[in-house]
Structures are given as C-alpha cells and as structure tokens.
C-alpha cells in the first residue's frame, strides 16, 4: 500500500482545506461532520452535567435548599434526557465512529454522505426543540415518559416526545450509513475478520440503532395520539394500560443501553491493543461477542419490570436471559486481560481511561446480575442502587471509553499533541470523583432510599453529602479537560503520524487527514492489526 508520509500535514488537510462557516455547514466530509456531532455533543454535556450538579446540591442536606420538589422533577429530566438522547447515543458513534469508521476500512467516507449531513441537522432540530421546552412548560416525567402520569400533567410531554422521536430518526440514519459503509466501501483485501475491533462494535450497535430504534418512534407517537386524541391505548380511564408503555419502552430502551455501551467497548479494545504493545487476544470472540450482544439484546427488556405484575415465569426467563448477557460482555473483559497479561503496557493518558473503563464498567456489571435477580430486585427496584448501577455503565463505562477515545484521537483529529501530564489529572479528579459520588449510593438504595425524590431523612445525610463532594470533583475533572484539549488545539506541539505506534490504518496518514483521507487507495494484504 502507497502510504503518505507525515510531510504532507503541515499543508493541505480536511481542517484547512476549505475555509468559512458555510463550508462546515455543507460539508460532506464524514471527518468534519464528525466534529460538528462532537460540538454539539460537548455543548449538551454541558447542560446536562450542570443539571446533575443542581441535583447533587439539592440533595447535599435535607430538606429543600433552592429547587421546589416540582423544578427537582424538570432538573432531572432533563439531565436524563439529555445525557441519554444528545451525549451518550450519538457520543461515540456519531463523533469518533463518523471521524475513523471509513479511516479504518481503507475507505474515502461512508456511503451516503448527504444522508450524513443531514443526520447531523435532524439531531440538532430534535436536540433544540427538546431544549426549547425549557422556555415554555418544561418537562417533569422522568427520562422514561411512563404513563398515565406523562398523560395527566400539564407539562411540554408532546413537544419533548416528538424531539426524541426526531433524535431517533437521526440515530437511524447513521445507523444505515454505516452499515452499508461496512458491506460495501472497505478497501481491497479488507475483510470482515481483518476490521479493526472499533468497526465490529459499531457494525452491531448500527443494527441496534436501525432494528430498535422505530420501537421507540411509534412508542412515542402513541403517547402523543393518547394525550391528543385519548385513543385508550394507555389511559386506564379509556380502557388502556399503563403498564403497555413501559413494555413498549423497554422494548427498544434496553437495546439502547447497548447502543450506548458497545461503541465503548470498542474504543476500549483499541486502546489495549495500542497500549500494551500485544496483539488482542481472542480477535474473532470479541468480533462476534459484539453481535452476541446486539442479539440477546432484545429478550431482556422485562427487567425492567419485575416489579410491575408480570408473571413469575416471565420474571425468571427475562431474568436468566439477563445473566446470559453477562456471558459474552465477560468474553470482552477476559480477553482484554489477557491482552493486558505480559504486554508492555504504557499507562498513557488514554490507557488510563481504557483501565478506568474496566473497573467501573466491571462494577456497573457485577450490579446489572445483583439486579437481575429477582429476589433482591424487589428490594433495589427504583432505589439509588439502581441509581448507582446506570451511572457505572453509564459515566463510569461509556464516558470513560469515550474520553480515552478521544485523548487517543485527538493528535490524528487536530494534528496537535496536549500537556500529557495534565491529561492524566484529569483522568484522576474523573475517576476518583465518579467513585466517591456514586458507590455511596449503592449503599443508600441498600438501605432504601428511593430514587427520583427531592427530599430525604436523616439517616441519608452523610452519604448524600460525600456523594454530592464526589459530584465536584468529577465537574473539576470535566472542567480541567477542556482545558487541556483548548490548551492542545492553540499551543500543542505538531503531532506526527503515530504517536502511539498503532496499528489500524488512520495511523498511516498525516495528522490530520486529508479531505479525501488516503493519497493512495490502500491495498490490504494482512490483518487485523497487521496492515502491511
Ligand atoms: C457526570 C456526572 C453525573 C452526575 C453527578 C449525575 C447525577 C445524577 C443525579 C443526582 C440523578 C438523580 C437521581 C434521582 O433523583 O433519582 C441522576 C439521574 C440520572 N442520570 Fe445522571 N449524573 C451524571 C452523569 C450521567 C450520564 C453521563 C448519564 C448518561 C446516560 C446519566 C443519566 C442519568 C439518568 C438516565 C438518570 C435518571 C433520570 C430519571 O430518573 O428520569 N447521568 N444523575
Ligand atoms: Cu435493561
């Protein structure tokens, strides 16, 4: 394969190539739509991360310190909402897998990059028509929408659904792209068993993405015809059932659980391959343990409701399928240490995110099988335990996956380098603040505390406070990363080609890419991670 050395970088690339705003807003190259996803994604977590910390001050004491139990409903809705349907389902799909997908099939962008383009606007319509209901009747139902409560109140439910359906729509839209990127535009000699791993996690949560995500469409179309119309499909009052919806929810809800957590494995599996100097171990388990995911995927979403009436023997089937899930996710886990065993691991900034992943994500597992269980979900249904498991795979899994991600992208993304040891601060003030914000709350929901309630006793007082210091430290961690990346892109030393000594093809190019990405159409003879 022709490779381009890194003397072209200091020239023409995607970045300078075309100059002005209208030649970001109509681009098509999947590179800069990429960015646009990651300003808008990072503008979000913002919002989202200061609705989370009102909430953790709110809860620093008991009794109500500035939010009425009315505003406490609307804050953590929205910090729901958004951090579910703007940060975490589009944040590494549409940022890093949109910017490396065609980079790491050899190709020149995905498929259809009108259809990009356009996925990027329709998330921005369904993301500010969500955001303007904050200036009319806000939203109070919990992330979730369940009725008949969400029928009842007077709240914006009707414009907040149909953003999310929109959102849905665009998640859709790349889900397409990049499946028929995937079938049709990797490069000579790149087959399927010589993709890199990023490509196989991103190929399963696409057939999510498109295969679940219509669930949710008409689940929310419903709801609208059943506040507008009163069609009695929910409202026990016109002969329909309010549990119905939390079937329907879950339905594609807990497929999306997996469209937010597989591209972070993905990432994950990159890093220990670059970072422990080893080829991964068991490539074709962890290939296929991705689709394994997808797959039983769609057989769970009843644990959500053991607690709702269904019948015991729905309750132990949704509950076994639940634990077989644990299966290939540990497949993942235990080929990543074996990768790890023996390798000549460098404890990079990224590396340590990549590690941070691991434990948390480890945790966050080892809590979904306590909650899979019947018995002891009657106890931990709806309390902080529940509170605490999401936010381990949540903040703790796909946050973590996606900053490591993104400080091992950031020389080929912008052709800088950033103050490692600042970076590894970061990780620090992120990773001990997640721990002492939330493992506290495992404690509470053991011992009772209900989730989504703006008061609480006394008895709660001194973990709620350690959890809300914990919630500060992750902020200043957050707050100290935008930092280094601003402080990266302005002073940071010229990035060469493969700062990190990777393997996959986006290594081969300058830093940053070209427009077109390739000065040669690559021609691969070997793999995976042995491009010659
Ligand atoms: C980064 C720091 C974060 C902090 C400090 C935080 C804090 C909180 C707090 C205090 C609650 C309210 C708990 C209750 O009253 O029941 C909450 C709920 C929630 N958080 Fe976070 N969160 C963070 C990040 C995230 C992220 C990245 C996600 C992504 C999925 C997320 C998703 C949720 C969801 C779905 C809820 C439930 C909302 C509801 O009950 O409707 N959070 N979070
Ligand atoms: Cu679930």
Excluded: C
């Amino acid at each position: 394969m022709g490779t381009t050395t890194a003397t072209h970088s200091g020239e023409i690339n995607y970045i300078n190539e075309f100059k002005g705003l209208k030649s970001w807003f109509t681009s098509l190259d999947h590179k800069r739509i990429g960015l646009m996803y990651m300003i808008s994604v990072m503008f979000f977590f913002l919002l989202g991360g200061l609705a989370a910390l009102l909430l953790r001050l709110e809860l620093l004491k008991p009794g109500g310190q500035f939010l009425t139990p009315d505003q406490y409903n609307q804050v953590l809705t929205y910090h729901g909402a958004i951090m579910v349907f703007m940060v975490i389902i589009p944040g590494i799909p549409a940022v890093l897998g949109n910017f490396f997908l065609p980079l790491h099939i050899g190709a020149k962008d995905v498929a259809f990059p009108r259809l990009n383009l356009a996925s990027w606007y329709v998330f921005m319509f369904g993301a500010l028509l969500a955001a303007s209901t904050m200036f009319t009747s806000k939203i109070d139902t919990g992330w979730t929408f369940y009725t008949p409560y969400s029928i009842k109140t007077g709240t914006a439910v009707v414009t907040m659904v149909l953003a999310a359906f929109i959102m849905g729509m665009s998640s859709i839209l790349t889900g397409l792209n990049f499946i028929v990127t995937v079938h049709k535009l990797r490069a000579p000699g790149m087959t399927m068993h010589r993709m890199p791993l990023f490509v196989w996690a991103l190929y399963s949560t696409a057939i999510l993405q498109v295969l679940a995500t219509p669930v949710l469409g008409i689940t929310l179309l419903l709801l609208v015809a059943e506040r507008t119309l009163g069609v009695g499909i929910f409202d026990p009052a016109l002969g329909g059932d309010p549990v119905l919806f939390q079937h329907f929810f879950w339905f594609y809800s807990h497929p999306a659980v997996y469209i937010m957590i597989l591209p972070a494995m993905g990432v994950v599996s990159e890093l220990i391959t670059t970072f422990s100097k080893k080829t991964i171990f068991g490539y074709t388990a962890i290939a296929y343990s991705s689709l394994g995911i997808a797959g039983v995927s769609f057989f769970v979403w009843g644990h959500h409701m053991f607690v709702s009436g269904q019948s015991e023997i729905a309750g132990i089937v949704f509950s076994f399928i639940t634990m077989l899930v644990g299966v290939p996710t540990a497949i993942k886990m235990f080929n990543w240490l074996a990768t790890l065993y023996k390798g000549s691991i460098s404890f990079q900034s990224p590396m340590l995110y990549a590690m941070g992943f691991m434990f948390l994500f480890a945790i966050g597992g080892v809590t979904g099988i306590m909650l899979a269980v019947l018995a002891t979900d009657v106890h931990f249904h709806d309390t902080y335990f529940v509170v605490a498991h999401f936010h381990y795979v949540m903040v703790g899994g796909t946050l973590m996956a996606l900053m490591g991600g993104f400080y091992y992208w950031f020389p080929k993304m912008f052709g800088k380098m950033y103050n490692e040891s600042l970076a590894r601060l970061t990780f620090i003030f992120i990773f001990v603040g997640f721990n002492v914000t939330f493992f506290p709350q495992f404690i509470l929901g053991a011992m009772g505390m209900p989730r989504r309630y703006f008061d609480y006793i006394p008895a709660y007082q001194s973990l709620n406070a350690i959890s809300t210091v914990g919630s500060w430290l992750i902020g200043t961690g957050f707050l100290l990363s935008l930092y280094v990346l601003v402080q990266g892109l302005r002073k940071g030393e010229k990035a060469p080609a493969n700062p990190w000594g990777s393997k996959t093809l986006e290594w081969t190019v300058p830093s940053p890419p070209i427009h077109t990405n390739f000065e040669v159409d690559p021609i691969v003879k070997a793999g995976p991670y042995e491009y010659k």
